[in-house]
Nanobody
Framework: QVQLVESGGGLVQAGGSLRLSCAAS????????MGWFRQAPGKEREFVAA????????LYADSVKGRFTISRDNAMNLMYLKMNSLKPEDTAVYYC????????????????WGQGTQVTVSS
């Protein structure tokens, strides 16, 4: 079993930055690929970014490419999402996930989820 806890969300003005963290505990999370997803009110959960277990491969949604950076520290069981140039449309609850998905963007393939952290970007 893997437990995931997100932190770092908050209220920021458009153009600002935030860094989300995902702390993992339980089974060796370094064996899992990990990802960030988000869900805005009234919308489906959508893929944001993912990183392979080794950190060697990453994937980003087109909407965040060039603005967000995903990284992980397996020694510390942490994953991060650095978000720059934030836009109001980035407002959502952000979730971290861990698993062994065949496709990074397929949220249904992730086994473990955190409770989410709210990110609100004001215009």
């Amino acid at each position: 079993q893997v437990q995931l806890v997100e932190s770092g969300g908050g209220l920021v003005q458009a153009g600002g930055s935030l860094r989300l963290s995902c702390a993992a505990s339980g089974r060796t999370v370094s064996r899992y690929d990990m990802g960030w997803f988000r869900q805005a009110p009234g919308k489906e959960r959508e893929f944001v970014a993912a990183i392979s277990w080794s950190g060697g491969n990453t994937l980003y949604a087109d909407s965040v490419k060039g603005r967000f950076t995903i990284s992980r520290d397996n020694a510390m069981n942490l994953m991060y999402l650095k978000m720059n140039s934030l836009k109001p449309e980035d407002t959502a609850v952000y979730y971290c996930a861990a698993g062994r998905p065949a496709r990074f963007a397929n949220y249904a393939a992730y086994e473990y989820w955190g409770q989410g952290t709210q990110v609100t970007v004001s215009s």
